[in-house]
């Protein structure tokens, strides 16, 4: 009842549109203040928070992801996909899909994919007769991937709360996210298939040639997510290795292979990666104080208790759980779901034994739809700023992913399996 | 302000290029020679803190924090400009309390003479007083914000992006 009560009160003052790291900062910091007296324990939670090797992927992926745009590397990314499956019923919305997947694969970002790949795909469908909602939806739903297929800041951080493997976390979305991509591509050719009149016109299928020089010209962007994933997956690199290795590799093959990267652009990749991770780890900051203030006043235990006294078993409370973070998605973003939902629940879920690395992947599947429901959604967001036109046939667009994304969310809630195969099998465990 | 921002996040970019520079290399160190380095870990994690802490103010100056502006976009510009005031002088307060918070933790260090548990084993306060340092710099960064809304301008300067945010998650 107090936690309600609690999470009512913080997710209203996140609603006065203050900063979110700083609404949570003084939200928590009241609370510790009334329930401790003082504020003495803040210096070293902040510092505790921080002070965390592991969390360094963040802001190293994301360097990587700006060298590899700012070195032009993606730039062929979707006219590449575009070359490989145009001749396919509803090609343009496949190669967007295929191109998000990819892109999803070098940003850990969804804001960035839908940006990015929405910026060129969106006039193209739009330009060859696709709908607007079915143009929008596309890049919407795509763009989303970002969070799941690794590397992917998000669960860095629900890794780093949870003290759960980053590496096997993000091989535990590797299937799903596939598996997602495969079902958006579906969608868009049944939708083409059974358009009848209104159906876009087929294009002629690339020659060999074509589809060779299209590989070629995006070899980089390609190989480098294999080389950073496979890395991980085989044991030879961790996950703060393999983004160093991920943004080094970037550097050298926009420095030397593209020459299109210069100390100006390596100095700016290098500011905005910082500032975007300073924005993210103070929301970290500010959600340590107050998850420890939660913990202070025993919340998750007596959560804990109201669990096992009522005999929940895993899937009852997975769905719980599942529906509070999706009603929570529609009004707040991502991170700070993560961090205030994450303390809370894992007590419970060593209570009732379940694998924190199936959470992970069910709560970002969950998160991917709290990025397209609406009133909050930042891919909704991002996308109306690429076209700057009504977020209404936006909205109309993305339900079908939605759909989707909820089926693939029960679909993960029955079969665990399509999550954990892969972590099972990894080297050096 | 915008100079003091700029040096903060030059800085904490400098960091990260070091923090890169370091990671790679012990990978390489681990990988081809079987030598890891073994003070990376320790020593990226006290650059991480620093990073975080000379950067945040310059976001807060472009007006690239997080916020849900859900409710208060449907509020007529008496009442944004008011809630922009409220993000300010929230922002304000959590810096005060970073920057006295943080010296407090700092200073309780010093007096019990606590060093770091890992390879480095320096004297923890060192690290610790960058929270402090970042306190002041938002607390810096807000309190000119609010100036600024008082002089009729907007809180935030330097170049809007387009979707804001660059590579957020």
């Not at chain 1, 967001?381 to 029960?410: D, M």
């Not at chain 2, 320790?42 to 310059?58: K, N, P, T």
Request: with cysteine; glycine share 12%; net charge positive.
């Amino acid at each position: 009842m107090t936690l309600l009560l609690l999470l009512a009160g913080l997710v209203l003052v996140i609603l006065t549109g203050l900063p979110v790291f700083a609404a949570l900062g003084l939200f928590g910091g009241t609370l510790m203040v009334v329930d401790e007296g003082s504020l003495a324990g803040l210096g070293e939670i902040v510092f505790g928070k921080l002070n965390i090797y592991l969390l360094v992927a963040i802001p190293l992926f994301t360097l990587m992801a700006h060298f590899m745009i700012r070195g032009r590397i993606v730039d062929d990314l979707y006219g590449t996909a575009h070359t490989l499956l145009r001749h396919l019923p509803g090609g343009l919305g496949v190669a967007t899909v295929a191109a998000c997947t990819i892109f999803a694969a070098i940003s850990g970002s969804s804001v960035a994919t839908a940006l990015t790949i929405g910026a060129v795909a969106i006039p193209q469908m739009i330009r060859y007769g696709y709908s607007r909602p079915a143009a929008y939806g596309v890049v919407g739903g795509g763009g989303t991937l970002g969070i799941l297929i690794p590397p992917s800041g998000p669960m860095v951080l629900f890794a780093v709360v949870a003290d759960a493997s980053i590496g096997q976390l993000f091989m535990a979305g590797v299937v799903p996210g596939l598996l997602l991509a495969t079902c958006f591509a579906l969608h868009c050719m049944a939708a083409q298939r059974f358009a009848g009149a209104k159906a876009v016109r087929r294009e002629p299928r690339a020659s060999l040639m074509e589809m060779l020089t299209a590989l070629r010209r995006s070899f980089w962007a390609l190989t480098l997510p294999v080389f950073v994933l496979g890395g991980m997956y085989l044991g030879v690199f961790t996950a703060t290795e393999a983004a160093g290795a991920g943004a080094l590799a970037a550097l050298l093959i926009a420095m030397l292979v593209y020459r299109t990267l210069g100390p100006l652009d390596i100095w700016r990749s290098a500011m905005d990666a910082a500032r975007t991770s300073a924005m993210l780890f103070m929301i970290l900051a500010a959600a340590a104080v107050f998850s420890h203030v939660l913990t202070k006043m025993r919340i998750p235990q007596e959560i804990v208790t109201l669990v096992t006294s009522h005999d929940l078993g895993q899937i009852e409370f997975l769905i719980a759980v599942m529906g509070l973070i999706f009603v929570l998605g529609m009004f707040l973003e991502t991170i700070s779901i993560i961090l205030i939902t994450t303390p809370i629940v894992l007590p419970v879920l060593a209570a009732l034994g379940i694998d924190p690395i199936w959470y992970g992947v069910l709560l970002m599947v969950n998160l991917e739809l709290a990025l397209i429901t609406p009133p909050v959604g930042m891919n909704l967001f991002t996308i109306k700023a690429i076209t700057k036109g009504p977020i209404e046939p936006i909205i109309r667009g993305v339900l079908p992913y939605a759909a989707i994304l909820l089926a693939g969310l029960a679909l993960l809630l029955m079969f665990p399996g399509i999550a954990l195969w892969l972590p099972s099998t990894m080297m050096g465990r | 302000m915008a100079c003091l921002c700029l040096v903060g996040t030059g800085l904490a970019a400098a960091l990260l290029l070091v923090s890169l520079a370091l990671v790679a290399w012990s990978v390489m160190m681990r990988y081809f020679l079987n030598q890891p380095i073994p003070w990376v870990d320790e020593l990226v994690g006290y650059l991480l803190v620093g990073l975080v802490m000379l950067a945040a103010a310059d976001a807060l100056r472009r007006g690239e924090h997080i916020s849900v502006d859900l409710l208060t976009d449907r509020l007529g510009p008496r009442g944004r400009r008011l809630t922009a005031a409220a993000g300010q002088l929230a922002v304000l307060v959590a810096g005060l309390a970073l920057l006295i918070g943080g010296w407090q933790t700092a200073a309780f260090s010093k007096l019990l003479g606590i060093y770091s548990t890992g390879y480095l084993a320096v004297p923890v306060y060192l690290p610790q007083l960058l929270i402090p340092l970042g306190g002041l710099l938002l607390a810096v960064a807000a309190a000119v914000g609010l100036l600024r809304m008082a002089t009729g301008q907007s809180p935030t300067s330097g170049p809007a992006e387009p979707g804001a945010g660059g590579l957020r998650p």
